[in-house]
């Protein structure tokens, strides 16, 4: 092959190399493995992605795909401002049964879940000192009151005796005066003696002193038995009282059922020992239940009475806010509700529930939009608005009532505009964005 020796290029002299292979010459061309040129396409292609994909953001308006974004619409909707909270199933009324006197469990007679009418036996109890300590006051109080009523019996005995002495003496008097009328005729006459007369008015005189003293005591033995008739009355009323309390703390170790309801928590065994003041077991009562919701602190200049609740869970009704508990427990304050509609169900007691408690609903419609990050990031005084196809621009809006999940818009919007509602945060420098 011919060349030329050399030839211009842009002002310089380019010579040309000449090569002569002989016939038994080979030329080796290096090829790269492709392995690695897979690899360098790839992350060519990646490069020329990033490229295409951000230079927008870098050198002009960028560019979204639609599919990464969230557009909504701008309506008017309700506004109901309201508070979520949870609680727990409670029952209207519940009765806590502790046990009064300790003792030994002896006896269960019902389970948690069974239900009870007033009066029925939950619980028996055993406490043998108890039982010995009225048993001896029981027989002490018995011998006092027999002894008492033997005393009285021999004062009767005794004014029975005297009373008989009294008619006796009475009657001995009066034989005596009669014979000593007689005597005394004789002794006038002479025919009888003046011995006999004065023997028989000295026996006068001594029967009619006997007589005053029986009279004396008579009166005496009816005065101490109408004392010891009233003071065994006394007794007796002093000892049955002492008595019906010592069976009332007997009666007291056989725990029973206030009212009528169903047997809530319940924890014993046979043959555990507890004390005075504890807790036996809770009765429900029938009135049906409620619900005791708590919520932060925060909320507790808008939680009121009467104010409407809506269960989370579909068709589980609404309640109404009938009690706002006092004080503040961690953090938290606690208010109960009651149903407003039928029971959504079976309740049981402790069941957790979800709510809103609604403490706005003026029935009004503004204009709104879904809240979303891009509030956080804009302060809520911008959004990109789809006001054209393929191009969202900035627009100023004015916010104004805010739920979990609405927002009201006061101006810059009107029913019907498109807004990006998902995030800002790769365009927040940004007045446009072409969407593709």
Known sequence: MNHPASYQRKGATVTPIRVELAPNDKVRIRKLPWKAMALG?????????????????????????????????????????????????????????????????????????????????????????????????????????????????????????????????????????????????????GVGTIVRRDELAGQVDYQENRLQ??????????????????SIGQNSSLLSEVAERRRAQLDALLIRAPSAGQIGSFDLTVGEQIGAGSPVATVDGESGFKVRFTADEFYLPRIALDQEILLDAAGEGRLRVTQILPGIVDGQISFDAQFQTPLPGLLRRGQALSGKVIVSDDGSKPLSLPVGPYLQQTGGSWVFVVDEPGMAHRREIQVGRRTPELIE????????????????????????????
Do not use: C, H
Request: proline share 3%; glycine share 4%; net charge negative.
């Open 41 to 189: 396409l790839l992350a060519a292609m990646a490069v020329g992605a990033m490229i295409w994909r951000f230079s927008p953001l870098l050198f002009g308006t960028p560019v979204v795909l639609a599919s990464e974004i969230r557009i909504s619409t701008a309506v008017a909707n309700p506004l109901v401002e309201f508070v979520s909270v949870r609680g727990s199933v409670v029952p209207m009324a519940s009765v806590t049964l502790s046990a009064t006197i300790s003792g030994q469990v002896k006896e269960i007679f019902v389970a948690p879940g069974d239900n009870v009418v007033s009066g029925q036996p939950i619980v028996r109890l055993s406490n043998s000192a108890l039982e010995l300590e009225v048993l001896t006051a029981e027989t002490q109080a018995t011998e006092q009151v027999n002894s008492q009523r033997a005393l009285q019996v021999s004062l009767a005995s005794s004014i029975s005796q005297s009373k008989l002495a009294v008619v006796d003496t009475k009657y001995q008097i009066a034989q005596l005066r009669a014979e000593l009328d007689r005597a005394t005729v004789l002794a006038d006459r």
């Open 213 to 230: 003293l029986l009279e004396t005591a008579v009166r005496e033995d009816i005065s101490l038995s109408d004392e010891v008739s009233a």
């Open 409 to 436: 818009i006061i101006s810059g919007l009107r029913a019907g505009d498109q807004v990006i509602t998902s995030s800002y945060s790769l365009f927040l420098a940004s007045e446009a964005l072409r969407i593709q």
